[in-house]
């Protein structure tokens, strides 16, 4: 990449029209007990990482407008709510049967595709995320809304049917787990939200909803949708702090289902005030440090186009990003020198204009401390290998290959969440192997490789120590229809559309002795539809 970053920051003049921030949009409304209840206590700004060019020359942050900043009390009340509509299982929502329910979802879904636009717009400009990959998220999480839908279906129809197991007639249906709590990560703070989210509401369980800290307002032109679209208190929508909202729910022991998408050390600090820790279901996703490893007998264009979009994919913060790459001794220069080259073809700029890959950071003090992953393994040995590589402009952050990092400099083992990409030469696998095994995380890895013999080797070796091995490929969560895990800190729980309705949910039976009388009863209850639970019903 090669660009003069004084001008990557644009006047507000020259913004096109239809891609200018709406506002400052001043957000005093959060949903309780199916009420947008108004706030008149402080609020919390909400800050671009864009910053617009003044007339003077200077650069000025742009400021998107603010969002409630909420106390204990009110964040106790949303907990209140959704506790009163569950009802110890016995409120309307849970005990609603499946194709109600999916009718409340549905009905959700049509209220929320006429807001891409305003949400695609909000994407953009909170955390920077480029235009393409806003619309992408959109259309992904309407995608995933009605894939949750048709897995719920089949899940209801394998259901319906009774079986028959040594003289005892049993009929197993999954169930909600209560009150769940649902925190979505500022990278994906639409879809890796609706991931938890959407599964959590269509089982049953009434939800407390906190926004990502960055990629909070986009969910404002939702919460009429979520409003209007499911009962009262099933739904509650919270803002503020998360030490002090948050740590009070927890503190309370009311929450059932903690799904949380963030660092293994917030998880553990959360999971940790509940007084009943044992009785607390998790779905978590959590850090990684996946490692892209390149054997000798490789096809190099393909392995360095893959590692080039998988470490700087959304200038590399995405959890699946490769944010190591272990490349063998005897290609190791061939291959950082067409690493270098095809990142001289990444354009920055705006996340609205076309092509653009690169885009500012949000996460406030991100180029400090990426600047100082820089300095410290530049001080141990490695060189930043392409033209300005670190160079920085307040938010902006130019990616830097680093090469030769070694296991002394703490881009080795830290995870960097930015567009940094450390290169680690190796000779033998053994030494990869040990890295992979020795790490604490354990989400995924990528190998890029011809030599089958090699590559069935290191699969052996790594299969048991992260959720997926990407063969040639980088790092990925999708199809949603695949397993998305991870081992050690990564991750507590399996998502994905089918494995998510189960983490949200527990299975129940109801059985009796296969006799006459016990049939009759049966009979009697699901011919006259006395049950929600017990019934035959087949959803199409």
Same mark, same amino acid.
């Given at each position: 990449?090669?660009?003069?970053?004084?001008?990557?920051?644009?006047?507000?003049?020259?913004?096109?029209?239809?891609?200018?921030?709406?506002?400052?949009?001043?957000?005093?409304?959060?949903?309780?007990?199916?009420?947008?209840?108004?706030?008149?206590?402080?609020?919390?700004?909400?800050?671009?990482?864009?910053?617009?060019?003044?007339?003077?020359?200077?650069?000025?942050?742009?400021?998107?407008?603010?969002?409630?900043?909420?106390?204990?009390?009110?964040?106790?009340?949303?907990?209140?709510?959704?506790?009163?509509?569950?009802?110890?299982?016995?409120?309307?929502?849970?005990?609603?049967?499946?194709?109600?329910?999916?009718?409340?979802?549905?009905?959700?879904?049509?209220?929320?595709?006429?807001?891409?636009?305003?949400?695609?717009?909000?994407?953009?400009?909170?955390?920077?995320?480029?235009?393409?990959?806003?619309?992408?998220?959109?259309?992904?999480?309407?995608?995933?809304?009605?894939?949750?839908?048709?897995?719920?279906?089949?899940?209801?129809?394998?259901?319906?049917?009774?079986?028959?197991?040594?003289?005892?007639?049993?009929?197993?249906?999954?169930?909600?787990?209560?009150?769940?709590?649902?925190?979505?990560?500022?990278?994906?703070?639409?879809?890796?939200?609706?991931?938890?989210?959407?599964?959590?509401? %269509?089982?049953?369980?009434? /939800?407390?909803?906190?926004? =990502?800290?960055?990629?909070? !307002?986009?969910?404002?032109?939702?919460? $009429? *949708?979520?409003?209007?679209?499911?009962?009262?208190?099933?739904?509650?929508?919270?803002?503020?702090?998360?030490?002090?909202?948050?740590?009070?729910?927890?503190?309370?022991?009311?929450?059932?289902?903690?799904?949380?998408?963030?660092?293994?050390?917030?998880?553990?600090?959360?999971?940790?005030?509940?007084?009943?820790?044992?009785?607390?279901?998790?779905?978590?996703?959590?850090?990684?440090?996946?490692?892209?490893?390149?054997?000798?007998?490789?096809?190099?264009?393909?392995?360095?186009?893959?590692?080039?979009?998988?470490?700087?994919?959304?200038?590399?913060?995405?959890?699946?990003?490769?944010?190591?790459?272990?490349?063998?001794?005897? %290609?190791?220069?061939?291959? /950082?020198?067409?690493?270098? =080259?095809?990142?001289?073809? !990444?354009?920055?700029?705006?996340?609205? $204009? *076309?092509?653009?890959?690169?885009?500012?950071?949000?996460?406030?003090?991100?180029?400090?401390?990426?600047?100082?992953?820089?300095?410290?393994?530049?001080?141990?040995?490695?060189?930043?290998?392409?033209?300005?590589?670190?160079?920085?402009?307040?938010?902006?952050?130019?990616?830097?290959?680093?090469?030769?990092?070694?296991?002394?400099?703490?881009?080795?083992?830290?995870?960097?969440?930015?567009?940094?990409?450390?290169?680690?030469?190796?000779?033998?696998?053994?030494?990869?192997?040990?890295?992979?095994?020795?790490?604490?995380?354990?989400?995924?890895?990528?190998?890029?490789?011809?030599?089958?013999?090699?590559?069935?080797?290191?699969?052996?070796?790594?299969?048991?120590?992260?959720?997926?091995?990407?063969?040639?490929?980088?790092?990925?969560?999708?199809?949603?229809?695949?397993?998305?895990?991870?081992?050690?800190?990564?991750?507590?729980?399996?998502?994905?559309?089918?494995?998510?309705?189960?983490?949200?949910?527990?299975?129940?039976?109801?059985?009796?002795?296969?006799?006459?009388?016990?049939?009759?009863?049966?009979?009697?209850?699901?011919?006259?539809?006395?049950?929600?639970?017990?019934?035959?019903?087949?959803?199409?």
């Amino acid at each position: 990449m090669t660009t003069d970053l004084s001008q990557l920051f644009p006047a507000a003049a020259d913004i096109p029209a239809e891609f200018q921030a709406e506002g400052p949009i001043t957000q005093r409304e959060y949903l309780v007990n199916g009420e947008l209840v108004q706030w008149d206590g402080d609020l919390a700004p909400v800050k671009s990482p864009i910053f617009l060019r003044q007339p003077d020359g200077t650069l000025q942050q742009a400021i998107l407008g603010s969002t409630p900043l909420l106390n204990a009390d009110a964040a106790l009340q949303a907990l209140d709510s959704a506790v009163s509509a569950y009802d110890l299982g016995q409120g309307a929502w849970p005990t609603m049967t499946v194709a109600q329910r999916i009718g409340h979802v549905e009905n959700f879904l049509n209220k929320m595709k006429p807001q891409r636009d305003a949400v695609v717009r909000l994407l953009m400009w909170e955390i920077g995320k480029n235009r393409a990959d806003s619309e992408k998220e959109f259309d992904r999480t309407c995608d995933y809304i009605v894939d949750t839908i048709n897995a719920l279906k089949a899940l209801d129809r394998r259901s319906s049917r009774f079986e028959n197991e040594q003289g005892t007639l049993g009929q197993i249906r999954r169930v909600p787990l209560g009150v769940a709590l649902c925190m979505g990560p500022y990278n994906y703070p639409l879809n890796e939200t609706f991931t938890t989210l959407i599964p959590a509401l %269509i089982m049953g369980n009434t /939800v407390v909803f906190k926004p =990502a800290k960055f990629g909070v !307002l986009l969910i404002r032109p939702l919460l $009429e *949708a979520f409003r209007d679209s499911f009962p009262p208190g099933v739904i509650n929508i919270i803002y503020g702090r998360g030490r002090e909202t948050v740590g009070a729910l927890m503190e309370s022991g009311k929450v059932d289902v903690f799904a949380f998408i963030g660092t293994n050390k917030g998880a553990s600090d959360l999971k940790k005030l509940h007084p009943k820790p044992h009785r607390l279901r998790a779905a978590l996703g959590l850090d990684a440090k996946n490692p892209g490893i390149v054997l000798p007998d490789v096809d190099l264009d393909n392995a360095v186009n893959e590692c080039v979009t998988g470490s700087l994919s959304f200038n590399g913060q995405r959890c699946t990003a490769l944010k190591i790459l272990f490349v063998h001794r005897s %290609i190791v220069d061939d291959f /950082v020198s067409r690493f270098v =080259a095809r990142m001289a073809t !990444l354009k920055a700029g705006m996340p609205w $204009e *076309a092509g653009v890959t690169l885009t500012p950071l949000p996460e406030p003090g991100k180029t400090e401390f990426l600047t100082n992953l820089l300095a410290d393994a530049c001080s141990k040995g490695a060189q930043i290998m392409n033209e300005q590589g670190g160079t920085t402009l307040e938010t902006f952050f130019c990616p830097a290959l680093l090469y030769p990092v070694s296991a002394e400099m703490r881009v080795y083992n830290e995870e960097q969440f930015g567009p940094i990409v450390p290169v680690v030469p190796y000779d033998d696998l053994s030494e990869v192997v040990e890295y992979v095994r020795s790490s604490n995380f354990g989400q995924q890895l990528s190998l890029f490789g011809r030599d089958a013999k090699q590559m069935a080797r290191m699969i052996d070796a790594c299969v048991n120590q992260v959720g997926r091995i990407n063969l040639n490929a980088q790092c990925q969560r999708g199809p949603d229809s695949f397993p998305f895990n991870g081992r050690k800190d990564s991750a507590e729980g399996t998502l994905s559309v089918s494995d998510a309705l189960r983490v949200f949910s527990i299975r129940t039976l109801v059985a009796a002795k296969d006799t006459a009388d016990s049939k009759a009863l049966i009979g009697s209850i699901i011919r006259d539809r006395e049950s929600s639970f017990l019934s035959t019903d087949y959803i199409f």
